[in-house]
């Protein structure tokens, strides 16, 4: 089980890594790494790999990264998946990341809401679409290997954290829940059920 948890260890994926553990609650940062781990077993299961069929390291960081858009650096005018696409895409640039790597990452994060787009865009941002899907329910892993995967990384009721994260940046500022989209859907819910103090109908 040691290597199904076994991050990359590049400097600029530490670095990664250390500003979503800085920045996000805790419970999504959890989610961010899960989310890796589970899009790597799955593109094992698909016969891809890592360094070959796909960038093992971009992979880590559109997965680690693909949440950043509910921290308060990163929120701004755009919908969460934009505004965290774009702060990840100056965080890779300042590092020194191509801008043709820094745009499959900008992809993968913008669209890790959007079904049927992102399988369809690629390793990278098929992975970590699917990834965040394995570790919201979808089957991509076996139980022995997520019971593993979430004592290493507890889940922490991220299902509510993230969606009030994601709700509270949509109700201050409207702009960020454009139609049809995700917020959007958090919004509805929320103004379908006000008093409801758990997690939300549209998670």
């Known amino acids: 089980m040691s290597e199904l948890l076994q991050l990359p260890t590049g400097a600029t994926a530490r670095r990664a890594l250390d500003w979503v553990q800085r920045t996000e609650e805790l ?33 880590f960081l559109a997965c680690v990264l693909h949440d950043i858009g509910t921290t308060d650096e990163a929120d701004g005018d755009l919908r ?20 043709a790597e820094t745009d499959l990452v900008w992809e993968a994060i913008a669209l890790h809401t959007s079904p049927h787009i ?4 690629g390793p990278v941002t098929r992975l970590t679409r699917l990834g965040v899907r394995g570790d919201f329910g979808l089957d991509t892993v076996t139980e022995s290997e997520r019971r593993a995967i979430e004592e290493a990384y507890p889940r922490l009721d991220v299902e509510k954290h993230l969606g009030d994260a994601v709700l509270e940046q949509a109700l201050r500022k409207p702009e960020k829940a454009p139609r049809n989209s995700w917020p959007a859907s958090l919004v509805r819910a929320h103004h379908d059920d006000p008093h409801n103090s758990g997690v939300s109908e549209a998670f």
Do not use: K, M, N, W
């Open 27 to 59: 419970s999504i940062a959890h989610h961010s790494v899960r989310t890796f781990l589970h899009a790597r077993v799955v593109a094992a299961s698909d016969g891809l790999a890592g360094g070959q069929d796909y960038d093992g390291e971009l992979l």
């Open 80 to 99: 969460f998946e934009v505004d965290g696409a774009d702060a990840a895409a100056r965080f890779l640039t300042a590092e020194g990341v191509s801008p």
């Open 118 to 121: 992102a399988e369809r865009r």
